[in-house]
């Protein structure tokens, strides 16, 4: 099967370098990915064959194409499961990967999607699961079923990025170093490396769980230490989102990422991660809901639907405070500070002016007219300040939401054809392409998908009450901070002026 990528970036072959010249955005095929030095083999679209950066392109996932797939098919009104379901015969195959979307049609318990108060994923511990395959768990008492979280709850830090080179100095890159609190033992990551990572999570558990996309790529000023920092802070933030994450910390590849022992373990790893075949809406089929009550259908349907409005409602919302944010920031560092330097002059003007004058008796309120003037200059440089103190962490999460709201409509999009699919299934036994046995694992193939979904849904609510407490308490405390310091440096001021 040929190996497609896409080309991240511009690329001017050398003359008489076997070198491939290729654009932005364009397709190519990959012919020899063991050529080495940091080179690939590839075939452009005009047959042309050379030897392309490896960093410039990106291989395209599994899932990734299947998503593509699934979003051309529905945008063209064909039906986005055509691609699993259909076998030679015209019947419908009966396993995971041919026919993963029915849904458990038994009856409910009064309770099994009922909405309730929810709690933080690290304070709940459930059942306690220590193994790399998903489990659900249904203790969550009125919540409704969850992920069976860990006993240790995982965490890392990202830091100390030190530039490297490769291709005999011609290549420089950032590497960071990545701490698990399991181990407590540094690995070294690149950026493409973190990108795998999110590659291969994306194809294993992208039909179940919302993967959210890393910082973005970037050709120009990727080492100035600006830059540098705030993508070691968000690539730090979304580590920490995926150790929170049960599922997810507790995979395969995840704890590879984390903790591999030499460079060895790491290519032996990530083979093995490349070549595993539970992926996409295989996923389903590692989850098993044991002792779970029956769904009933149109419940699940509503609550789908119900989540499907918050989510897009959320999301305008993020976006509403994303950008009410960035206008307050660009006001706070410039117009904003300017205005109380304009104040600061002024005073210090009057009180050039009111020195002028010889008579003296002058002396104490110039002094004070003078010292309020740079009061207010000093309050002008905490206000352009301080956005970089309270508003930016506001500001990071709710540019990690986004980024996770964006995921939840694919998400949702493979349990509502999942649904759709359960709801042909008597039409389907009618009509002797399926049989009743084949039906029933059908609906019991979709009860865990539904299972799943709220699962998820669950996770997301508690860790979104948790991220919103934590950073408007961390925004709020600056912000009183700041107009504690601001009402100090006035009270100086005044006190420097005669009571008269």
């Known amino acids: 099967m040929e190996t497609k990528a896409q080309v991240l970036y511009d690329f001017t072959a050398e003359p008489g370098n076997n070198e491939l010249s290729v654009r932005e955005g364009e397709t190519i095929t990959l012919t020899n990915q063991n050529v080495g030095g940091g080179w690939i083999e590839a075939k452009?679209?005009?047959g042309e064959v050379g030897l392309v950066p490896e960093d410039y392109i990106e291989v395209?996932?599994?899932?990734?194409?299947?998503?593509?797939?699934?979003?051309?098919?529905?945008?063209n009104g064909n039906d986005p499961w055509a691609v699993f379901d259909n076998n030679a015969s015209g019947g419908v195959s009966n396993n995971w990967a041919a026919q993963p979307e029915g849904t458990e049609t038994g009856k409910t318990s009064s309770n099994a999607w009922h909405s309730g108060g929810h709690?933080?994923?690290?304070?709940?511990?459930?059942?306690?699961?220590?193994?790399?395959?998903?489990?659900?768990?249904?203790?969550?008492g009125e919540v409704g079923p969850v992920w069976a979280y860990p006993d240790y709850q995982l965490d890392c830090v990202v830091a100390d990025p030190k530039k490297g080179s490769k291709m005999y100095g011609l290549k420089s890159y950032i590497e960071y170093q990545v701490t698990p609190t399991t181990t407590n033992k540094p690995v070294?990551?690149?950026?493409?490396?973190?990108?795998?990572?999110?590659?291969?999570?994306?194809?294993?558990?992208g039909s179940a769980i919302p993967i959210p996309c890393l910082p973005d790529k970037q050709v120009t000023g990727r080492f100035e230490e600006e830059f540098i920092k705030m993508r070691m802070e968000r690539l730090q933030g979304w580590m920490s989102r995926m150790c929170r994450h049960p599922v997810i910390s507790s995979s395969e590849v995840f704890q590879l990422f984390l903790s591999y022992k030499d460079e060895k373990d790491w290519k032996t790893g990530k083979r093995k991660a490349e070549k595993d075949e539970t992926v996409g809406v295989m996923i389903f089929s590692t989850i098993e809901p044991e002792g779970l009550p029956d769904?009933?259908?149109?419940?699940?349907?509503?609550?789908?639907?119900q989540f499907n409005r918050f989510t897009r409602a959320m999301d305008d919302g993020v976006?509403?405070?994303?950008?009410?944010?960035?206008?307050?920031?660009?006001?706070?560092?410039?117009?904003?500070?300017?205005?109380?330097?304009?104040?600061?002059?002024?005073?210090?003007?009057l009180s050039s002016v009111f020195t002028s004058s010889g008579y003296e008796g002058e002396a104490a309120l110039t002094d004070a007219l003078t010292a309020a003037g740079k009061t207010y200059e000093d309050i002008a440089q905490m206000v352009a300040e301080q956005p970089k103190k309270d508003l930016h962490f506001l500001m990071e999460t709710n540019n990690e939401y986004k980024g996770l709201l964006g995921c939840f409509p694919d998400t949702i999009g493979v349990?509502?054809?999942?649904?759709?699919?359960?709801?042909?299934?008597?039409k389907l036994v009618a009509t002797g392409k399926i049989?009743?046995?084949?039906?029933?694992?059908?609906?019991?193939?979709?009860?865990?998908?539904?299972?799943?979904?709220?699962?998820?849904?669950?996770?997301?609510?508690?860790?979104?009450?948790?991220?919103?407490?934590r950073v408007m308490q961390q925004y709020l405390e600056q912000q009183v901070k700041f107009y504690e310091m601001i009402a100090e440096k006035l009270r100086n001021a005044h006190s420097q002026f005669t009571t008269m």
Not at 295 to 305: G, M, R, S
Not at 321 to 348: D, M, S
Not at 441 to 467: C, G, P, V, W
Request: proline letters at 3%.
């Open 44 to 46: 452009n679209s005009r």
């Open 60 to 75: 395209c996932s599994g899932f990734r194409k299947w998503l593509l797939q699934r979003r051309h098919a529905t945008s």
């Open 119 to 140: 709690v933080h994923p690290q304070a709940y511990q459930g059942a306690g699961n220590n193994s790399n395959k998903p489990v659900l768990d249904y203790s969550g």
């Open 188 to 205: 070294n990551h690149r950026y493409k490396h973190f990108d795998w990572l999110y590659e291969r999570l994306l194809d294993k558990f």
């Open 295 to 305: 769904l009933d259908l149109t419940e699940v349907e509503q609550k789908c639907e």
């Open 319 to 349: 976006k509403d405070l994303l950008t009410v944010g960035n206008e307050h920031w660009k006001r706070c560092t410039g117009p904003l500070p300017k205005e109380y330097q304009r104040i600061g002059k002024a005073f210090q003007n």
């Open 415 to 426: 349990h509502k054809a999942a649904i759709e699919k359960v709801k042909e299934g008597d």
């Open 435 to 469: 049989t009743t046995s084949e039906k029933t694992a059908m609906s019991k193939r979709a009860s865990t998908m539904s299972y799943a979904l709220q699962a998820e849904m669950n996770h997301f609510h508690s860790n979104r009450i948790y991220d919103y407490n």
